[in-house]
């Protein structure tokens, strides 16, 4: 899978990207008060470790299962284009270590259809995730998973104006 950083222990399958490609430097940033560090690494997550689960254990039950998720996925052009939408997300509770990102929606018009065939797999149907890249953390070096809507309507904490940040 040209590009794709698929792992068959945990069954996720990201998207790799260059920082630069994002704008991402590797100064820290200060935001709303707080210090916020540079993603070392930046992706688009496609499959994300919930998800993962799944389809590690259908691949328990069935050997193709691996293999058909590498075909559709071979199969989708992973063409992606940023938008101007950016969010401060947040998960924890506040003042506790709370695990703080900042990110930016990505359109990637190739994963509706690549979900659809990986619901074919799974045999039930997916919801899409809000495709995203992870640029800024705070209390975590991961990010924030945001496997659907409700996780995103969850951990977002308010949209933000893009580098209002010093």
């Given at each position: 899978m040209a590009?794709?950083?698929?792992?068959?222990?945990?069954?996720?399958?990201l998207?790799?990207?260059?920082?630069?490609?994002?704008?991402?430097?590797?100064?820290?940033?200060?935001?709303?008060?707080?210090?916020?560090?540079?993603?070392?690494?930046?992706?688009?997550?496609?499959?994300?470790?919930?998800?993962?689960?799944a389809?590690?254990?259908?691949?328990?039950?069935?050997?193709?299962v691996f293999?058909?998720?590498q075909?559709?996925?071979?199969?989708?052009?992973?063409?992606?284009?940023?938008?101007?939408?950016?969010?401060?997300?947040?998960?924890g509770?506040?003042?506790?270590g709370q695990?703080?990102?900042?990110?930016?929606?990505?359109?990637?018009?190739?994963?509706?259809?690549?979900y659809?065939?990986?619901?074919?797999?799974?045999?039930?149907?997916?919801?899409?995730?809000?495709?995203?890249?992870?640029?800024?953390?705070?209390?975590?070096?991961?990010g924030?998973?945001?496997?659907?809507?409700?996780?995103?309507?969850?951990?977002?904490?308010a949209?933000v104006?893009p580098r209002?940040?010093?």
């Amino acid at each position: 899978m040209a590009n794709l950083d698929f792992d068959r222990e945990s069954g996720t399958l990201l998207l790799p990207l260059e920082k630069a490609a994002v704008g991402l430097g590797d100064e820290p940033v200060r935001f709303d008060g707080r210090r916020f560090q540079p993603k070392r690494e930046v992706h688009i997550t496609l499959i994300g470790k919930d998800l993962g689960e799944a389809v590690v254990e259908a691949a328990a039950q069935d050997e193709r299962v691996f293999d058909r998720l590498q075909q559709a996925a071979r199969a989708v052009d992973w063409g992606y284009q940023l938008t101007d939408a950016w969010y401060h997300v947040a998960e924890g509770e506040p003042g506790g270590g709370q695990a703080e990102t900042i990110i930016r929606m990505a359109d990637v018009p190739g994963l509706a259809e690549f979900y659809r065939r990986l619901g074919e797999i799974l045999g039930r149907a997916l919801e899409v995730p809000p495709a995203h890249v992870t640029l800024y953390t705070r209390n975590t070096s991961e990010g924030i998973g945001l496997a659907d809507a409700a996780a995103f309507r969850r951990h977002v904490v308010a949209a933000v104006e893009p580098r209002a940040w010093e």
